[in-house]
T-cell receptor, first 113, second 113 residues
Framework: AQSVAQPEDQVNVAEGNPLTVKCTYSVSGNPYLFWYVQYPNRGLQFLLKYITGDNLVKGSYGFEAEFNKSQTSFHLKKPSALVSDSALYFCALVMDSNYQLIWGAGTKLIIKP | GAGVSQSPRYKVAKRGQDVALRCDPISGHVSLFWYQQALGQGPEFLTYFQNEAQLDKSGLPSDRFFAERPEGSVSTLKIQRTQQEDSAVYLC???????????FGPGTRLTVT
């Protein structure tokens, strides 16, 4: 069965430091991978996606993610965290020719001034 | 262009009342999804439309839940005889094609008293 794991419920980072939010997946085949962010009392916002090609994907708000096929990971990164990055982050995948997103449980990112 | 919009943003219903939640997807998006989200958790799939066809309603919790998209654009999620356990945020999302990034509306927070 397909699954997405976000092993950390919460990540705490000091402002200005690099941040990483981890995501691993388990599928048979080649997935399309996504990161979404949810600010308090807001809907989910698309950040970035990986379909094929360059393993390093750049997205909105200075975020990037690295696809690692051998480790089945798609970690979200940012070189310098901002307090405004504090939010709930979700990793998700969908298989080609399918439609149903498989979601991770979410990671709460807290950036401290 | 305009994103996905949902109305109402907040709805309070007395137990046993019927409610209707509206979703206006991004113009031209073929795929439309409804999700239910509990606080701090990932979205739970409810149903999927491709144009006006409801291709998957496997996530609808009971036969009190009904969704339609009669002209392939606006969609309505209807809940009959609401129960307290129906209290949640209902998210609508649309995508250009099925295995593509989904764009979410702000959600409707339903509270059943």
């Amino acid at each position: 069965a397909q699954s997405v794991a976000q092993p950390e419920d919460q990540v705490n980072v000091a402002e200005g430091n690099p941040l990483t939010v981890k995501c691993t997946y388990s599928v048979s085949g080649n997935p399309y991978l996504f990161w979404y962010v949810q600010y308090p009392n807001r809907g989910l916002q698309f950040l970035l996606k990986y379909i094929t090609g360059d393993n390093l994907v750049k997205g909105s708000y200075g975020f990037e993610a690295e696809f690692n096929k051998s480790q089945t990971s798609f970690h979200l990164k940012k070189p310098s965290a901002l307090v405004s990055d504090s939010a709930l982050y979700f990793c998700a995948l969908v298989m080609d020719s399918n439609y149903q997103l498989i979601w991770g449980a979410g990671t709460k990112l807290i950036i401290k001034p | 262009g305009a994103g996905v919009s949902q109305s109402p943003r907040y709805k309070v219903a007395k137990r046993g009342q019927d409610v209707a939640l509206r979703c206006d997807p991004i113009s031209g998006h073929v795929s439309l999804f409804w999700y239910q989200q509990a606080l701090g958790q990932g979205p739970e799939f409810l149903t999927y439309f491709q144009n006006e066809a409801q291709l998957d309603k496997s996530g609808l919790p009971s036969d009190r839940f009904f969704a339609e998209r009669p002209e392939g654009s606006v969609s309505t999620l209807k809940i009959q005889r609401t129960q307290q356990e129906d209290s949640a945020v209902y998210l609508c999302a649309s995508s250009l094609v099925e295995a593509d990034e989904q764009y979410f509306g702000p959600g409707t927070r339903l509270t059943v008293t």
